[in-house]
């Protein structure tokens, strides 16, 4: 059984730092590229990084010198390390993945609200 189990929102100030965290299990997590994804209600969910199989990582550009993805394959699990967080940086995070064979899976979501 595939599971995605996202930690680490809450509350931080404008220009603060959170750490999130997705611990995987129920597939070979080290062959699979997997994504962090946000969403603010009303609005289309956002690709916000990728860490590919090999180790290169994409961003989208919103976040490019403030956000960085990384990928510890020994714990199956995926991180999002978020400096300089402004206030339209808030939103539900959620770790993604797809898997051959068996399609896409979502994790249930952790809260980010950046706010004085």
């Known amino acids: 059984q595939v599971q995605l189990v996202e930690s680490g929102g809450g509350l931080v100030q404008p220009g603060g730092s959170l750490r999130l965290s997705c611990a995987a299990s129920g597939f070979i997590f080290s062959r699979n590229a997997m994504h962090w994804y946000r969403q603010v209600p009303g609005k289309q969910r956002e690709l916000v990084a990728t860490a590919f199989s090999g180790g290169n990582t994409v961003y989208t550009d919103s976040v490019k010198g403030r956000f960085t993805i990384s990928r510890d394959n020994a714990k199956n699990t995926v991180y999002l390390q978020m400096n300089s967080l402004k206030p339209d940086d808030t939103a539900v995070y959620y770790c993604?993945?797809?898997?051959?064979?068996?399609?896409?899976?979502w994790g249930q979501g952790t809260q980010v609200t950046v706010s004085s």
């Open positions: 993604h993945t797809f898997i051959n064979s068996k399609g896409e899976y």
